[in-house]
């Protein structure tokens, strides 16, 4: 399956890489789990603080059959709160129950899923800042020297991830791969890493379904030398 996967994705390429489909791949799924959201950048009004951590919590007000939702932030210096606008004077009906109940319970994934949100962020006059994002890479992880290893053609990594978080595809790779800025460079000129978007690896953010290519008789050339 996931060679038919590649394949498709591959269509578009010239004819000499038709020869693709048939070299001996091991796929592996690095799943993106997120440890800590974005902390927003925002002057503080009570002190010189200019970042917020997102509390995970929401405020609901209802008033005359109207309904505004917040997700809770606190200054990281002094823990003045800033409240960031989700849902602002909306009819009871336009809101899911499942959606209410959510808020209602204060749900980690649903802050996470508005606290990631670049449309929240710019609905408020916010910016996130996803440098300052911590997450680690798990399942499937595999190393450069893992790869060296395998009595395969091709490594394919498939990247999953639940949020849209802003970080290039290349700085993933690189810590994935645990390889330095200059190391990832050179392979990336020499076909050793390549994705799909091959034009664009280098300015491409993580997206989920993303798929990474590793080409392992080049990568021993690579070491060879």
Known sequence: MANIQLCAVKQHVSKKDISFCMLKKREFIWEIKIKKSPLLQK??????????????????????????????????????????????RTKPEL??????????????????????????????????????????????????????????????????????????LSSIIKRGLGISANQFRRMFERGIISTPDILHIKKQKVKNGDFVLVDINRLRKYFEK
Request: hydrophobic share 30%; charged share 30%; proline share 1%.
């Open 43 to 88: 002057k503080c009004s009570h002190c010189n603080g200019d970042r917020f951590y997102c509390s995970d919590k929401f405020r609901i007000n209802a008033q005359k059959r109207n309904i505004d939702v917040w997700l809770i932030y606190r200054c990281i210096n002094c823990d003045n709160t800033y409240n960031m606008n989700i849902l602002s």
């Open 95 to 168: 809101i899911s129950k499942d959606l209410f109940r959510k808020f209602s319970t204060n749900d980690s994934d649903t802050a996470r899923k508005y606290a990631f949100s670049p449309e929240t962020g710019r609905k408020n006059d916010a910016k996130q800042d996803y440098k300052s994002v911590e997450y680690e890479i798990v399942e499937n992880v595999v190393t450069i020297a893992d790869i060296l290893n395998m009595e395969y053609d091709m490594a394919t990594i498939r990247i999953k991830t639940e949020f849209e978080i802003e970080l290039k």
